[in-house]
């Protein structure tokens, strides 16, 4: 699609201290330049080795609408940036001498009684259409059942609810494929009705409700090209309307986008099953904390909210150490989003690479920091002192 470098890129270069890199150096750019790579094109998938590989194809391969619909984020993006960078500030505390030989038997995970191969997961996220004309979502479905790892459908997936049950896997390790199904509340009831009906008819095994949409989000990168967000201008979500939902079906609800303790605890008031950190990739509000952030602020005023409830999360996850950072925490499943539209690019096949890479990276790299079981991260794995100076404390 075009170069990553600008001028204006240049400048920050030489100005910043630390300039923001949108696409950490892998080394992918200076081998592809060794290789018969046509820039614009799709790299080789074997070349992908990282998850942010995934972002240069994609940008490479799109076009800039489509790729802007992907990547966009709110505002200035500060939180998009900020859940790529925050990680940075929280180092491991690796402890050596542990036997880890059997770490990777310790990688599945059991989330609302369902079991799965890893603690990640697909997030919901609309328009898969855009990256695979033809299979769109289909390929999450697929990918999902032979890594048997747990996909969550988008509402305004380009396959409707029908068509991504029809994909189920019944074979999967651990049995028939699990998907549950992401909702909002925006438009008319009736369309969220119908589709809670649908999906439940369809053997979703739970939903996952955004609240983290009450109104339009201002995305300059993706306003640009005409392709805005799907929600509604403004509408009343409320925890009465939680209510409502939860009493149309027998399925879990799960709140998606929870960014303060006190929606944290006030979802485990309402008897809510689980949780979903998140600020939405950064594409809704401006300013709105990472999941490392919200996880850290629940952990020192609630922490006894991770025992309350199962909690999944997700916003900048690009590595196995995020992910074991979030562990480390208390969050139990931690999605990516914009990786996975892009690794969609290339199909099944690449949304499974990306599945087998972070698996791998977690496991390496738990290994490498001396934790011996992935469902007991010890908290005093990661050293969260510099998150200690903007943490919010409901006492004070
Ligand atoms: C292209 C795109 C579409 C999305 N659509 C939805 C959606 O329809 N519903 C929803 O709850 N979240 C949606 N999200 C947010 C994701 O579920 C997730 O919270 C976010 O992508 C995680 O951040 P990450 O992209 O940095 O991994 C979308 C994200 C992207 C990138």
């Known amino acids: 699609m075009r170069l990553f470098t600008s001028a204006g890129f240049l400048a920050a270069v030489a100005f910043a201290a630390e300039p923001f890199l949108n696409e950490a150096d892998t080394g992918l750019v200076d081998y592809l330049l060794g290789t ?26 799109l076009d800039n609408q489509k790729y802007s619909f992907y990547r966009t984020a709110a505002g ?23 036997d880890v030989s059997k770490l990777n038997e310790t990688l599945p995970v059991t989330f609302l009684g369902y079991n799965f191969s890893a603690p990640v997961f697909i997030a919901p996220a609309a328009r898969g259409a ?20 747990l996909y969550t459908a988008a509402l305004y997936a380009s396959k409707t609810i029908e068509e991504l049950a029809a994909q189920k896997h019944n074979d999967t390790m651990n049995g028939p ?62 925890w009465d309307l939680y209510d409502e939902i ?19 605890v006030m979802a485990v008031s309402k008897g809510a099953p689980a949780i979903y950190l998140s600020n939405h990739g950064g594409r809704q509000l401006e300013y709105s904390p990472s999941p490392l952030e919200i996880a850290y602020e629940i952990h020192r005023n ?21 992910v074991l950072k979030l562990l480390a925490l208390g969050v139990k499943m931690v999605g990516l989003g914009r ?29 490498q920091a001396g934790v011996t079981d992935l469902k007991k991260v010890p908290r005093s794995l990661i050293n969260a002192r510099p998150l200690e100076a903007n943490v919010f404390l409901m006492d004070q």
């Open 36 to 61: 018969n790579y046509t820039e614009g094109t799709l790299p080789l998938l074997k070349d992908m080795r990282a998850v942010l590989d995934f972002d240069y194809a994609a940008r490479q391969f």
């Open 76 to 98: 200035g993006e500060w939180s998009y940036r900020n859940n790529l960078d925050v990680w940075k500030k929280v180092m491991l505390r690796p402890r050596h001498l542990h």
């Open 130 to 149: 855009y990256a695979n004309p033809e299979r769109a979502e289909l390929n999450f479905v697929d990918a999902a059942a032979k890594e048997n790892i």
């Open 177 to 238: 494929q699990v998907l549950f199904q992401q909702i909002y509340t925006n438009a008319n009831f009736s369309v969220t009705w119908d589709a809670m009906k649908r999906a439940e008819e369809t053997g979703a095994k739970a939903f996952v409700w955004t609240i983290d949409a009450p109104g339009d989000s201002t995305r300059h990168r993706a306003a640009r090209y005409d392709t805005t967000n799907a929600n509604g201008a403004t509408s009343a979500l409320t």
């Open 246 to 264: 939860k009493s149309r079906t027998s399925l879990p609800v799960i709140p998606k986008g929870i960014v303060t303790v006190e929606d944290a």
């Open 302 to 322: 609630a922490p006894q909210v991770f025992q309350q409830v199962e909690v999944m999360a997700d916003s900048g996850v690009r590595y196995g150490t995020d």
């Open 339 to 367: 990786p996975f539209m892009y690794a969609n690019c290339y199909g099944t096949e690449g949304v499974e690479k990306l599945i087998q890479i972070l698996k791998t990276e977690i496991v390496h790299d738990g290994a």
